[in-house]
């Protein structure tokens, strides 16, 4: 984080009054706040201030949230907070999958806003000191291949693509491989906020990297589902190419 007292977040948004009042509210509980109208300028600004959160609306004049999301991934890994539009779950799904950490749905509550923004970025910060005390960069299980700093995945030599929110659940998953780790947990260490028992965001996250990492998604070995337990990330099941022997999922 650039300034612990005052971390420094990026706002994304084109309503001048909606943008007023977070900037000013975030501002009177000690952040420092940049901002940014227009989707088409959106990238260059983060990748220029590179802030320790960004606040990314979807409906942007000239590119779009998703779009912009999307491509920060490529450099950006800080926390990247989404403001949807009110009951459109499409794009909450669609934000998770391309990146996004967290989303929001307008109007914007103030202190759910606030409270959101101090998860991440304990979350964010977490992470950062694990790693700096020593937690392994690089995870080897067969031929599979996990790498923390680039968030990087190759399985037997190829490049996997997915997406920063994918990673993450990888690698909190590879970490302790050969235990449980339940969907309470996972949302809490991911999204920093507790789970309410509706969460999806893990699932779908776990069903992609299912389909990405070959596994049978019909009947999970690599990724497996242990029924109201959790989740289980196999170590000795990356030996195998089953590339062409997955199944359909369900």
């Given at each position: 984080?650039?300034?612990?007292?005052?971390?420094?977040?990026?706002?994304?948004?084109?309503?001048?009054?909606?943008?007023?009042?977070?900037?000013?509210?975030?501002?009177?509980?000690?952040?420092?706040?940049?901002?940014?109208?227009?989707?088409?300028?959106?990238?260059?600004?983060?990748?220029?201030?590179?802030?320790?959160?960004?606040?990314?609306?979807?409906?942007?004049?000239?590119?779009?949230?998703?779009?912009?999301?999307?491509?920060?991934?490529?450099?950006?890994?800080?926390?990247?907070?989404?403001?949807?539009?009110?009951?459109?779950?499409?794009?909450?799904?669609?934000?998770?999958?391309?990146?996004?950490?967290?989303?929001?749905?307008?109007?914007?509550?103030?202190?759910?806003?606030?409270?959101?923004?101090?998860?991440?970025?304990?979350?964010?910060?977490?992470?950062?000191?694990?790693?700096?005390?020593?937690?392994?960069?690089?995870?080897?299980?067969?031929?599979?291949?996990?790498?923390?700093?680039?968030?990087?995945?190759?399985?037997?030599?190829k490049n996997i693509a997915i997406?920063?929110?994918?990673?993450?659940?990888?690698?909190?998953?590879?970490?302790?491989?050969?235990?449980?780790?339940?969907?309470?947990?996972?949302?809490?260490?991911?999204?920093?906020?507790?789970?309410?028992?509706?969460?999806?965001?893990?699932?779908?996250?776990?069903?992609?990297?299912?389909?990405?990492?070959?596994?049978?998604?019909?009947?999970?070995?690599?990724?497996?589902?242990?029924?109201?337990?959790?989740?289980?990330?196999?170590?000795?099941?990356?030996?195998?190419?089953?590339?062409?022997?997955?199944?359909?999922?369900?």
């Amino acid at each position: 984080m650039s300034d612990i007292q005052q971390p420094h977040l990026l706002l994304v948004e084109d309503d001048t009054s909606l943008a007023e009042w977070i900037m000013d509210y975030l501002s009177s509980h000690g952040y420092r706040i940049s901002h940014i109208n227009r989707g088409d300028v959106a990238l260059a600004g983060i990748q220029q201030l590179q802030p320790d959160l960004v606040i990314l609306d979807v409906m942007l004049p000239h590119k779009n949230g998703f779009d912009i999301c999307r491509e920060a991934r490529m450099f950006y890994h800080h926390p990247i907070l989404m403001l949807t539009a009110c009951g459109e779950e499409v794009d909450e799904i669609l934000g998770l999958e391309l990146g996004a950490n967290d989303y929001l749905s307008k109007p914007v509550k103030p202190r759910v806003l606030l409270a959101r923004i101090k998860a991440l970025l304990r979350n964010d910060l977490s992470r950062n000191e694990k790693a700096d005390a020593g937690q392994p960069h690089i995870l080897m299980f067969g031929q599979l291949k996990i790498i923390q700093d680039s968030k990087a995945v190759t399985l037997h030599g190829k490049n996997i693509a997915i997406t920063s929110n994918e990673f993450d659940v990888l690698w909190l998953l590879a970490l302790r491989a050969g235990k449980v780790i339940s969907r309470e947990e996972l949302v809490t260490q991911l999204r920093g906020i507790e789970y309410d028992g509706l969460d999806r965001s893990i699932d779908i996250r776990i069903s992609r990297l299912r389909k990405k990492l070959h596994d049978n998604v019909a009947q999970p070995y690599r990724i497996k589902t242990i029924w109201t337990k959790g989740y289980l990330f196999a170590a000795d099941a990356w030996e195998e190419d089953t590339s062409d022997k997955t199944g359909a999922e369900e």
